[in-house]
């Protein structure tokens, strides 16, 4: 028999159960075959993207209909956070020597204060003369329609006829019916006392409550959600600081003029002045019409012509100097931007619309571009990215 040097083959086992070692690599160490690996991963960073995306615009547009569908309520948070950035100044100064509650309260007071005067003498006062001085306005713009017709222009009659019927029944709307009236001062008180509640817990409990909101966001976003709204607030308070300044300078240099003329209803006027500097590009040539047509009708032509060279000369100071010197660090917006948001604020809110229209479209555009310069990076947090020089 022969012997067999070494060791003898291994004689075959039993089938076995399980995967062949011998073929290909397990699915789990190769990543071309697992399962998961069917969709590929571009597609499914570009789906969370588009879902982010499509989420964002979805509350965007939920967030604009609610606003849109309670403009009273909206309106009203809207001027509150403008005069809380307003009166900051003030109740930080005054947080230096009296308790938090104590200076917000001061600093209402002194706004309800100015706010009642003013509409003490817009309302009452003006109220008061608006019905006798309807007539004379529209016998003062009967004057101007012969005088397009007539006079050097020669425009046609029918025309001028039917300008002249639109403004004379805006003229006589502004005199409402004592119920519509009484249910705008109802309106008007209700929004007043919201304003109130909303400046004082605003001016007191103001660091409290955005620290609150930013709890809520997630960690890896919250110092970028911080910088954009510090960087909003800051858009705000500029904003709302300089018009002050300018309508001021405005209510002045033409309220003057009306004065020393003795122009009626000249406080009303120099406060319509004021009003109206908050509105640019529209607001300082209405409320300049305003002032000249009145004092077309009470005092004659030539006072009337004082008036025009008066708010020309101060409406140019005011956009050639006063606004980008004072305002235009704030908005860094074209006039064609101003342009279009005023006039789509004023079709959906009116007049509301256009005093909110600016404002909110210049926090809109720093914002941006504080996100923009100011990305997340990878590990969370912003990425340091520098901004541009100048800015």
Request: net charge positive; glycine share 8%; proline share 7%.
């Amino acid at each position: 028999m022969t012997r067999f040097r070494g060791r003898a083959p291994a004689r075959p086992g039993p089938p076995q159960l399980g995967v062949d070692r011998s073929s290909t690599a397990s699915p789990v160490g190769d990543r071309g075959h697992h399962p998961a690996s069917a969709v590929p991963a571009w597609a499914v960073r570009t789906l969370s993207v588009s879902a982010a995306v499509l989420g964002a615009a979805a509350s965007a547009w939920l967030v604009l209909w609610l606003a849109l569908r309670i403009p009273l309520v909206t309106v009203t948070i809207a001027v509150a956070l403008l005069l809380a950035a307003l009166l900051d100044p003030i109740a930080r100064r005054l947080r230096t020597t009296l308790p938090p509650s104590a200076a917000a309260l001061l600093s209402v007071l002194l706004l309800g204060g100015i706010l009642t005067g003013i509409g003490f003498l817009v309302g009452f006062r003006a109220a008061e003369k608006l019905r006798d001085l309807t007539r004379p306005l529209a016998a003062g713009i009967d004057r101007i329609r012969v005088w397009l017709v007539e006079g050097p222009l020669h425009l046609d009659p029918e025309q001028v006829t039917r300008m002249r019927n639109a403004v004379v029944d805006q003229v006589y709307r502004l005199t409402p019916e004592p119920m519509a009236a009484a249910r705008m001062a109802f309106e008007l008180l209700g929004a007043v006392v919201l304003l109130a509640f909303l400046v004082f817990f605003l001016l007191k409990d103001g660091a409290a409550m955005w620290a609150w909101l930013l709890e809520r966001v997630a960690e890896r976003r919250r110092a970028q959600v911080d910088g954009a709204a510090r960087c909003a607030w800051t858009t705000v308070a500029r904003y709302v600081r300089g018009v002050v300044v300018v309508a001021l300078i405005d209510a002045v240099g033409i309220g003057a003029a009306l004065l020393v003329l003795g122009v009626p209803l000249w406080v009303s006027l120099t406060l319509l002045t004021f009003v109206g500097a908050f509105v640019p590009l529209f607001g300082a040539t209405v409320s300049g019409a305003v002032a000249v047509l009145v004092t077309l009708v009470t005092n004659g032509t030539t006072d009337a012509i004082v008036v025009l060279v008066v708010v020309l000369v101060v409406q140019q100071v005011e956009g050639n100097v006063l606004q980008p010197l004072i305002v235009g660090r704030a908005l860094r917006l074209h006039p064609v931007v101003i342009l279009v948001a005023v006039t789509s604020g004023t079709l959906l809110w009116g007049l509301a619309g256009a005093l909110l229209a600016v404002p909110v479209t210049a926090v809109g555009y720093q914002v941006s571009e504080y996100v923009r310069l100011h990305p997340l990076s990878p590990f969370g947090g912003e990425s340091p990215v520098p901004e541009p020089a100048g800015r």
